[in-house]
């Protein structure tokens, strides 16, 4: 199987932050990836590294064959990107955001009305055409931003926590939407916050502090370090100490109910 993304040493700093330091990984074609963290931990500096946004300090990588660094253009062409803010115009209607990406990423008036009509079928977003964007909830914003991401067919995905604040229902059909495209053959880079979505990636990373503390499968991952949930292991991995914190302070009743 190929490999969709490959990162050795990859490392971004801020002046005297480090924000990613020295992280190694790779994604194979047409899996779906999921990159865990806390806020504040890496997970969007990289994703932006890879998609073309940012530059790195060091080390290396390459996205669909392209290099990060002197191949920036062509990544961006070949990716669909979801960012964790809306990316759509929410003065216009759900049409026009679609026809307003179609043309950006240069598709024809054929290809336009097919793959828009494609996208609107994907997303369950017919009847709903003439909606503003604004207007819509946060479930459906974010059917319809993953919508305009996929218009131009890309090859490889990054959904930066699509599914942040949305209902269970929205974020199941979200996640059907997802293997759907992954059985497809489409490569998707996730990040979220939500375990029981963690559980249906094929593999796992996990960032803290910058730092790629963990790597594999979710059922390996959980043999690797005891535990019986994804929960555990990150709480393991990214908040034990803090959470122990707490415990101290009840125990020393410094906090009174």
Known sequence: MQTAVQVKELTKSFGAHVAVNQVSFAVKQGEIFGFLGSNGSGKSTTIRMLCGILTPTSGSGQVLGYDIYSQAEKIKQNIGYMSQRFSLYEELT??????????????????QKQRISQVIEL???????????????GGWKQR??????????????????PTAGVDPVSRRIFWEIIRYLSNSGITVFVTTHYMDEAELCDSIGFIHNGILTAYGTPENLKKEFGYKTLEDVFISLVGSKELNRVRELFDKEILIP
């Open 144 to 161: 319809l931003a993953l919508g305009c991401a996929l218009l131009h067919r890309p090859p490889l995905l990054f959904l930066d926590e």
């Open 123 to 137: 997303a369950s977003l017919d009847g709903r055409e003439g909606f503003q964007a604004g207007m819509l909830s």
């Open 94 to 111: 759900v049409m026009e955001n679609l026809e307003f990406y179609a043309g950006i990423y240069g598709l024809d008036r054929s290809q």
